[in-house]
């Protein structure tokens, strides 16, 4: 779909809405904010960073310290190279601090609509809120997707998805099957191995791409970010060799190497996995690699090469849905796998003044793409706003003093003037900070 770089100016009265209080959406209002535009995150949840505060115990961040550091504030080197799930919602949380983010937790957004050059947004208890523009930041890993396995309702057994998957010890002393090898997948399987389950295996429809986090103090990511931009045979061919001297051969225990080039694979939207315990867990035959699961009869899964399996438990580490359908889909700015079609600084030339950010999957780090796209963003809405400020000027004379003020820093609102904001279903300027009234909630 074709973009456009020239858009129409933000209206000076409403503010920015960024909709997610993750990484992403907290990375844009810090860096709009830095450039003197009022920016207002809505997080449905009632805390910034829901999705880490979910994620399973012993995550850590598998992208180094330094090269996940959101706009204007570095993580602490106390945290780390590679930082704690629980550090990294330390992080957030002091992020909006450090910030003075204006969070608005308690607030889902259930659609956004235009209304002549403005946004207008639906959120919880019938509130409509005027945007100037709009920056959609609900993650990438949004809504537990499962297959349509045949004979997945009627299956007598246990079945969980990842994300409902915090640490091993309700799986102590039982037969476990996680399905799917990518990164969650392969970080639980081995969590599990290691945290006493009686037995694990891994089912595997198409083998990852493995690597290691470090090789001789290198990281990985490192790498992905020096290759990212080159063509993708030449990152595939590289990947190949760089298996053969970093990767150990599991064909032997299940595991072959793939047939796929790593560049390739992820333009199917599949990055390799980062090693943190799948390959010796393998070698030593803690976890078992079995075919991919093909559906479920009674208590049984079957599974690709025509075994049945009983496992007491089964984890889906089968990925996520974007599920932007409902808050954007009618705006055609989707594509057939229900992606937006731009990120960073372009909007769709359907839907000037919509910005998107977390959608990409890139090798070189979701953290460091999420910072570089929040700059990108914030530029191109303060250009837009001094663009505004310009024309109202131009427009309206000695008057158009007041239109500037949208490229000043954005004044704290009084606590009176959040709490009524928050109270008022039409309300155009929602909050600053804090909850929204329980009552109200959906
Ligand atoms: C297990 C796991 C490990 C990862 N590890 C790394 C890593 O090591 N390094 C790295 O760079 N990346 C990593 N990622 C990828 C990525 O960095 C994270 O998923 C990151 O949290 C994405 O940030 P986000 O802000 O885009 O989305 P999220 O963190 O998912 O935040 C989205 C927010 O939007 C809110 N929200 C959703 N819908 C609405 C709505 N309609 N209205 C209001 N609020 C809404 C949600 O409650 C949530 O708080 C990992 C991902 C996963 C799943």
Redesign the pocket.
């Known amino acids: 779909m074709v973009t456009t770089p020239h858009e129409p100016p933000v209206h000076p009265a409403h503010p920015v809405y960024v909709?997610?209080?993750?990484?992403?959406?907290?990375?844009v209002a810090a860096a709009l904010r830095g450039r003197g535009v009022r920016a207002v995150v809505?997080?449905?949840?009632d805390a910034?960073?829901?999705?880490?505060r979910a994620?399973?115990d012993r995550?850590?961040?598998?992208?180094t310290r330094r090269l996940?550091a959101l706009p204007g504030l570095k993580m602490p080197r106390s945290f780390g190279r590679w930082v704690a799930r629980a550090d990294v919602v330390r992080y957030l949380e002091k992020y909006a601090e450090h910030h003075e983010l204006e969070v608005v937790t308690g607030?889902?957004?259930?659609g956004i609509e235009r209304s002549g050059g403005d946004w207008v947004l639906h959120?919880t208890g019938g509130r409509r809120l005027v945007g100037g523009a709009v920056v959609v930041?609900?993650?990438?890993?949004?809504t537990p997707s499962l297959p349509a396995w045949p004979g997945l309702d009627a299956y007598e057994g246990e079945l969980s998805h990842a994300r409902a998957y915090r640490s091993p010890e309700p799986y102590a002393g039982k037969d476990v099957l996680v399905v799917g090898a990518g990164?969650?997948g392969a970080?639980i399987a081995a969590d599990l191995a290691g945290g006493g389950a009686q037995r694990v295996r891994l089912a595997v429809r198409t083998v990852p791409h493995i690597v290691r986090r470090t090789t001789a103090g290198w990281p990985a990511q490192r790498t992905g970010i020096l290759v990212r931009r080159l063509p993708v045979p030449v990152v595939d061919r590289l990947g190949a060799v760089m298996a053969r001297f970093a990767a150990p051969d599991l064909t032997a225990h299940g595991l072959p190497r793939p047939d796929t080039g790593l560049a390739t694979r992820q333009r199917q939207g599949a990055i390799p996995v980062q090693d943190v315990g799948l390959v010796d867990a393998v070698r030593s035959g803690k976890v078992e690699i079995v075919a991919a699961v093909e559906g479920f009869e009674g208590g049984e899964v079957l599974l690709a090469d025509g075994s049945r399996i009983a496992p007491d438990a089964v984890v889906a580490a089968t990925g996520?849905r974007r599920?932007l359908e409902p808050?954007v889909g009618d705006l055609g700015v989707l594509d057939e796998r229900g992606r937006p079609v731009v990120h960073g600084a372009r909007c769709p030339r359907e839907a000037p003044g919509l910005y998107f950010?977390?959608?990409t999957?890139p090798i070189s780090?979701?953290?460091?793409?999420?910072a570089i796209d929040a700059e990108k963003i914030a530029r191109a809405i303060a250009r837009r706003g001094a663009r505004a400020a310009k024309d109202a000027k131009a427009a309206k004379g000695s008057k158009a003093s007041d239109a500037s003020k949208v490229t000043e820093a954005p004044e704290v609102p009084k606590a009176s003037e959040v709490t009524e904001a928050l109270e008022a279903p039409e309300a155009a300027t929602p909050a600053k900070t804090s909850k929204a009234p329980k009552a109200e909630r959906a």
């Open positions: 909709i997610g209080g993750g990484p992403g959406g907290l990375a809505l997080e449905k949840s910034v960073g829901a999705s880490w994620h399973y995550l850590r961040l598998h992208t996940s607030v889902e957004v259930h959120a930041a609900t993650g990438f890993n949004h990164n969650t970080e996520y599920a808050l950010t977390g959608f999957n780090g979701m953290f460091r793409e999420l």
